[in-house]
């Protein structure tokens, strides 16, 4: 059974940091390429950002560029998403999710399985 299981979020002020993990379980994780997603209240889901099945490849929504990075560690099976300065339009509900063939784009249907998200909350 795949898992993926998301942590790290919370609530900090403008221009404060957190680090996002999403552990998974059940595949072999170096075979997938991993995204983040968010959703904020009342709109669309959204890419964040997405990286290869070695790391070398990442991809990026534009308005995180610059302050969000995104990492794998495939020995821990994990996925990280540090986020910096961040802003209270960050605000939303975070998703990873992971992709069969490696896909690092930001089409939702080309990711397989999604973990539940983490609630990241920016104040002003």
């Known amino acids: 059974q795949v898992q993926l299981v998301e942590s790290g979020g919370g609530l900090v002020q403008a221009g404060g940091s957190l680090r996002l993990s999403c552990a998974a379980s059940?595949?072999?994780?170096?075979?997938?390429?991993m995204g983040w997603f968010r959703r904020a209240p009342g709109k669309e889901r959204e890419f964040v950002a997405a990286?290869?099945?070695?790391?070398?490849?990442?991809s990026y929504l534009g308005s995180v560029k610059g302050r969000f990075t995104i990492s794998r560690d495939n020995a821990k099976n994990t996925v990280y998403l540090q986020m910096n300065s961040l802003k209270p339009e960050d605000t939303a509900v975070y998703y990873c999710?992971?992709?069969?063939?490696?896909?690092?784009?930001?089409?939702?249907?080309?990711?397989?399985?999604w973990g539940q998200g983490t609630q990241v909350t920016v104040s002003s």
């Open positions: 999710a992971a992709s069969a063939g490696a896909y690092i784009g930001p089409t939702t249907s080309n990711y397989n399985y």
């Open positions: 990286i290869g099945r070695s790391g070398s490849s990442t």
């Open positions: 059940g595949v072999t994780f170096s075979a997938y390429g």
